[in-house]
């Protein structure tokens, strides 16, 4: 198939620049699990192995969206106040675990429970002033905030509530005929499911929660903009919060 006609397929248009981007995230656990390492006391750049390949991952992606982006049905309405509203309160829930574990004191990992609800230090994870030159401290903060805010806001809502929502109640291939938004038990618990499962662990309980609230957006709005400003506004305060309180393993 050449690319006129992948071009022209509205339905790798909404799967393939999240594949990819799925892709690539195995493709950088491969790298960290394989030893893939320049070990150099000169190239500690590339030992940090998020702060190249989260550059490259957001650039890859970032072209698929413009390659097919005439088949995205976004509308910048007023509807994306309500899922920039949405996404701050939703991200709320998603912080809340890391955030009472250090108000109430703790410093030991948690067991039970509090474990399962998410509580933990969350301090090991991409912290852009391991770099130490400040021009590459930039570098690495700009493109993990584009990363977060805007590809992956983009390529999972194109693909859990653009595409899946509809092809789970027409698998028979006439799903692009279903209204975007349309409710259903079975997209509510697969696609929520779905966006927890790809998550870490620790992440469930907020995942949970987050999930469902976008879930509702997109069925009250019928607005896939106002999903995708849910998640951008989410994760950019996802970052900042991450930066300011020394939460790096937040994103």
């Known amino acids: 198939m050449n690319l006129t006609k992948i071009r022209n397929d509205k339905t790798y248009a909404h799967v393939v620049p999240f594949a990819a981007f799925l892709v690539l995230n195995l493709l950088l656990s491969v790298i ?30 970032g072209a698929m969206l413009i390659f ?5 049905d976004i509308k910048w309405d007023r509807r994306i106040i309500i899922g920039a509203i949405m996404g701050a309160v939703g991200i709320g829930f998603w912080i809340l675990p890391t955030h009472l574990y250090s108000t109430l004191g703790y410093t030991e990992e948690t067991v039970g429970w509090l474990k399962h609800l998410g509580l933990d230090a969350r301090d090991d994870g991409f912290n852009p002033n ?17 990363r977060a805010a805007v590809i992956v806001a983009f390529v ?6 653009g595409f899946l ?7 028979d291939g006439k799903y692009w005929k279903v209204p975007f938004g349309k409710f259903s038990w079975l997209t509510f618990a697969v ?7 790809i998550h870490q662990p620790v992440d ?22 106002a999903c995708i400003v849910m998640h ?6 996802m970052g900042l919060y991450a930066l300011q309180y020394a939460k790096y393993g937040l994103w």
């Open 68 to 72: 097919f982006w005439r088949h995205y």
């Open 156 to 161: 999972e809502e194109i693909f859990w509530r």
């Open 130 to 146: 391991d770099m130490q030159h400040p021009a590459a401290v930039w570098f690495t903060t700009i493109f993990r905030f584009l």
């Open 204 to 225: 469930y309980a907020g995942a949970v929660v987050y999930g469902t609230l976008t879930y509702i957006v997109a069925v009250k709005t019928k607005s896939l903009a």
């Open 165 to 171: 929502m509809r092809f789970l109640l027409k698998p």
């Open 32 to 61: 960290d699990e394989s030893g893939l390492k320049w070990d150099h006391p000169d190239a500690k750049w590339w030992q940090m192995t998020e702060h190249w390949f989260y550059p490259l991952q957001t650039v890859i992606c």
């Open 232 to 237: 951008a506004v989410a994760n950019l305060l």
């Open 191 to 197: 696609v929520t499911l779905a966006f927890v499962f």
